[in-house]
């Protein structure tokens, strides 16, 4: 059990995040939240790459910093921005990463014959990563950050550049993956966490905000979200009054989901909330694409 006890960070005077406490045990965990949120900066501490201003990390109930090489032999981390030598093959790269773990080269070969196939770059394990699509490379930064069998795999926005085809297969991976291990990924992208995480973390005004099930965190609108169809003209005035989720055209009409806290209108469906209209509603101010109401 990985733990967050009351962990703030500071970058000079500028405070990052402020007073965090997070459990974690098995399973996926998505850490989901607008760009500038304090993503990168709460998983840098999770690997000890930075270390908290305040408070502390613990796994088993000792302070990670004190654990030192015992917890990061347990760790595998793929970083936001990925590093790997495009003259290299996935085979070439993962010994290389291997040889710098001090992994002993038959259990490695092993390990990386069965981790290409788990990625499916078996095919392509020996050609140079320079050609590669961006979902294939991300496949070898999660091979690398798999080399170890970690028990803690942290993936800092591992589905950014994957097309939605590459995103499935990811999602798919990555519950395979987590049945025996803790895994923290971040994203922006409310789909990418939507169907695997079993939990999910969201991260405004530097706290969590939101910790939680898909199903308990869309609660947090329940009855609130309406669909009605309105002529064009209306628009603009209707929105003043509601908080737009997505609109689209349909029969000649506006087709409106939105977020209404009045008692509805006979011309309103009641929907079901989803993780997407949620997320909408949070960041309403932190995100630019969307109005407020
Ligand atoms: N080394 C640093 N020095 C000063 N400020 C920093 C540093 N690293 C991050 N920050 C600031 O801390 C805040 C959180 O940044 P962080 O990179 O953790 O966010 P993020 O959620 O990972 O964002 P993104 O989605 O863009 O990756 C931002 O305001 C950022 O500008
Ligand atoms: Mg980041």
Redesign the pocket.
């Known amino acids: 059990m990985l733990v967050v006890n009351h962990v703030s ?1 500071s ?2 005077k ?1 405070e ?2 402020k007073d965090i406490n997070l459990e974690f045990s098995n399973g996926v965990y998505g ?1 989901l ?12 501490m999770l690997t000890t790459l ?1 270390f908290p201003s305040k408070g502390e990390i613990l796994y088993n109930g000792t302070n990670i910093t004190r654990l030192g090489e015992k917890y990061r032999e347990l760790l595998g981390y793929l970083p ?1 921005e990925f590093g790997y030598y495009k003259n290299y093959s996935p085979k070439q790269f993962l010994e290389y990463i291997g040889a710098l773990k001090g992994m002993d080269k038959k259990v490695l070969e092993k390990r990386i014959d069965d981790l290409l196939k788990l990625v499916a770059l078996e095919d392509v394990a020996t050609k140079k990563m320079k050609k590669f699509s961006g979902g294939m490379i991300q496949r070898v930064g999660i091979a690398q950050a798999m080399l170890n069998d970690p028990k803690i795999l942290i993936l ?2 591992p589905t950014a550049g994957l097309d939605p085809k590459e995103r499935v297969r990811f999602r798919n991976l990555l519950s395979e993956l987590a049945r025996d291990r803790i895994v923290i990924l ?1 994203t ?1 992208i409310v789909s990418d966490v939507e169907s695997i995480a079993n939990e999910i973390i969201m ?1 405004k005004d530097k706290q969590v905000l939101y910790k939680g099930s898909i199903d308990e965190i869309c609660k947090i609108i329940a009855g609130m979200v309406y669909e009605t169809s309105i002529p064009y003209e209306q628009a603009a005035m209707f929105k003043k009054e509601v908080f737009s989720l997505s609109e689209k055209q349909e029969d000649g009409l506006l087709k409106i989901r939105f977020i209404s806290k009045k008692a509805p209108e006979p011309t309103w469906t009641a929907v079901k909330p989803n993780l997407e209209d949620v997320f909408l509603y949070v960041y309403r101010d932190d995100i630019q694409e969307s109005s407020a109401p």
């Open positions: 960070k970058y000079g500028f990052a995040l850490l939240a607008p760009n500038g949120a304090g993503k990168t900066t709460l998983i840098k930075i936001q800092d926005e971040s922006h991260i």
